[in-house]
């Protein structure tokens, strides 16, 4: 199984050095680069605006190649992070080797490599985005026994000149097939090239934003992405967002994942799914029905919903999609698959039959039940989300729900299987608290509730500061009422935050 695995995977380096990308080591990096002639390293890192940063360099010998994969390299934090002073500000960038891809848009054989900030004494970065990530990763594991693994659905907007000859009806473009969708073809490209580099795709579809005016078009697309181990989620996202910006650049179209495009027209979301793991198995279903453990997360989810959007809904267009009556969540409650509760959970392949053969009553073999397949999907972020701290603030909540002694009660307090927004369904509605409504009460409910973050030092309290200030700024409060029926100045505001992190 794992040779296969191997031997299928379509990252070069994988096939090449022939182990998994989790074992790779700096003699593996240095032998790819020697028997593959690259030219060029590239160290990637995120800095605060959530876009990657790249520092290059030219291989001019082995010697000078192994310096640099053995210490990495010193840049000038004050310049990546607002909390980092000037008067001292260096840092070292480390590479991961895992994360090691070749660059699939350099004009020289490159090498990529992904990055973490150390400090002058040699220690992690406490404020460092990745390393908040693992702290949450470590302490999780720590206080529950559990691995926690994620994926995000990453949905974008492709846009440029109008001139299709087939064109999908607006807001039909759901899983819409050529030639009705006229970029179908980048999205592709887009899915060969991230799993090149690592990411571990499921599928990808067109969705159902679609729209023109007189001069352009827009399509609205999605990448999911397979569960893994939360880091690597977060890093196959970053990496994807990328490659699908540097794709937009090459066809000349603009690549936006902004929670906002137009007045009137589906916005994009970044739903996250989530599963807990333990010896490898995943724990979200005990006979063939939704765990406690499941079930306990998802409380965790709710409790902390309102200051999570914080980290997941992060400009105040955010707020323009988490509106009533869409299939963006507003109302805190879950439900099985069910698009307006905030968490959902999708259908998993509990069920015991095997419609493989019911489909296809030629088929004479064994089909093999296989189970683990069980999410949980947050439904509340969207593409400004700041991925790290997004992704550490989820795994506090699951973990908060995990040790709640009267979480299964709330769990069947808040649970919802009907439309909420029906009008026979009012009295449900109006049981159910509501997400934030803007960046300002985004930033009170995280001032409100930052114990959960600051706990064990994951979230540093600057971190949680930087945060609130940075959405009070906005003064976005009340916003929506301010802008109601402004379209002009709406429109302003979305072009403003097109391309948000």
Known sequence: MRDREVLMNPNKLVRHIKKPASEFTKHDIIQFIDENNIELLNFKYVGEDGKLKTLNFVITSKDYLDSVLSTGERVDGSSLFSFIDANRSDLYVIPRFKTAFVDPFAESPTLNILCSFYTAEGKPLESAPEYILKKALTDFRKSTGYDFYAMGELEYYVSGTKGSLYQAAPQKGYHTSSPFTRWEHLRIEAMQLIAQSGGKIKYGHSEVGNFANETEEYEQHEIEFMPVSAEDAVDQLIIA?????????????????????????????????????????????????????????????????????????????????????????????????????????????????????????????????????????????????????????????????????????????????????????????????????????????????????????????????????????????????????????????????????
């Open 241 to 501: 967002k990328w490659i699908l910006r540097m794709l937009g650049k090459q066809h000349n179209v603009q690549i936006s994942f902004a929670p906002k495009i137009t007045v009137g027209n589906a916005g994009s979301g970044l739903h996250i799914h989530m599963m807990l793991v333990k010896d490898g198995e995943n724990k979200m279903i005990e006979n063939f029905q939704l765990s406690n453990a499941a079930k306990k997360i998802i409380v965790g989810l709710l409790d902390l919903a309102r200051p999570l959007t914080a980290f997941g809904n992060t400009i105040p267009v955010s707020y323009l999609r988490l509106v009533p009556h869409q299939e963006a969540p507003t109302k805190i409650c879950w439900g099985d698959t069910n698009r307006s509760v905030l968490v959902r959970v999708p259908l998993g392949w509990v069920a015991e039959t095997s419609m493989i053969k019911n489909a296809n009553p030629q088929e004479t073999g064994e089909i093999p039940y296989i189970p683990g397949k069980q999410t949980v999907e947050f439904r509340a972020p969207d593409g400004s989300a700041d991925l790290y701290h997004l992704m550490a603030g989820l795994i506090i909540a699951a973990k908060k729900g995990l040790l709640d002694k009267n979480a299964l009660k709330k769990a069947e307090e808040l649970y919802v299987n009907v439309n909420i927004f029906a009008d026979e369904n009012k009295s449900i509605l109006d049981k159910l608290d509501s997400l934030p409504q803007s960046c300002h009460e985004s930033a009170e409910s995280l001032e409100k509730n930052r114990k959960y973050f600051e706990a064990n030092n994951i979230f540093p309290k600057g971190t949680i500061d930087r945060f609130i200030n940075t959405l009070k700024s906005y003064n976005d409060k009340d916003l929506s009422e301010r802008l109601y029926g402004k379209k002009d100045k709406i429109q302003k505001l979305v072009e403003e935050f097109i391309h948000c992190s």
